[in-house]
T-cell receptor, first 115, second 113 residues
Framework: DAGVIQSPRHEVTEMGQEVTLRCKPI?????LFWYRQTMMRGLELLIY????????DSGMPEDRFSAKMPNASFSTLKIQPSEPRDSAVYFC?????????????FGPGTRLTVT | AQSVTQLGSHVSVSEGALVLLRCNYS??????LFWYVQYPNQGLQLLLK??????LVKGINGFEAEFKKSETSFHLTKPSAHMSDAAEYFC???????????FGSGTRLQVQP
């Protein structure tokens, strides 16, 4: 199993540019999560999909952030326009469909730097 | 809402010494408790989890944690620290309703030679 795959691993962009982060969950997993990690705020849940449908996006900071999951094997997190305060490590995680399981599997993260 | 509190954002131990990382949860019903580890420049990796049954849970790399309902605690321990244990450790519980996880603020473990 390849695990959760994220790309790119590092992204450096200028303020105002559009940034797209990509995630491929573990095959067969039907829940997908996007997190953001910063020194100041720790690990924050941004959005949670179940069966490709956004269930809870209350953690999305503002309208500049959007996330999609067009199919079970792919999700994107887009920031448009990007700002320096968006600099963080963004993680994608996936989880299987067991009713009793909350265990999430994390990708390696994308380190975003907005200058 | 369910939450976890990790006491001590930084813990430093000598190689070979006991590791104790503290986690307290707030909930009357803790069906699941987790410890994750994050090595530098990597994602979070599951270290161990408590679901039901035995209250002493063994995980990878020699770590274990004990669920104590009377103390609402799930502290992580390892008898003898190794240099490779240096990482950040997160305690987590299921969030209310969303089936996502709520993570603690993390504890960074340093291991001195």
């Amino acid at each position: 199993d390849a695990g959760v795959i994220q790309s790119p691993r590092h992204e450096v962009t200028e303020m105002g540019q559009e940034v797209t982060l990509r995630c491929k969950p573990i095959s067969g997993h039907n829940s997908l999560f996007w997190y953001r990690q910063t020194m100041m705020r720790g690990l924050e849940l941004l959005i949670y999909f179940n069966n490709n449908v956004p269930i809870d996006d209350s953690g999305m900071p503002e309208d500049r952030f959007s996330a999609k999951m067009p199919n079970a094997s792919f999700s994107t997190l887009k920031i448009q326009p990007s700002e320096p305060r968006d600099s963080a490590v963004y993680f994608c995680a996936s989880r299987g469909d067991s009713r009793s399981s909350y265990e999430q599997y994390f990708g390696p993260g994308t380190r975003l730097t907005v200058t | 809402a369910q939450s976890v509190t990790q006491l001590g954002s930084h813990v430093s131990v000598s190689e070979g010494a006991l590791v104790l990382l503290r986690c307290n949860y707030s909930s009357s019903v803790p069906p699941y408790l987790f410890w994750y580890v994050q090595y530098p420049n990597q994602g979070l990796q599951l270290l161990l989890k408590y679901t039901t049954g035995a209250t002493l849970v063994k995980g990878i790399n020699g770590f274990e944690a004990e669920f104590k309902k009377s103390e609402t605690s799930f502290h992580l321990t390892k008898p003898s620290a190794h240099m490779s244990d240096a990482a950040e450790y997160f305690c987590a519980v299921p969030g209310t309703g969303r089936r996502a996880l709520t993570f603690g603020s993390g504890t960074r473990l340093q291991v001195q030679p």
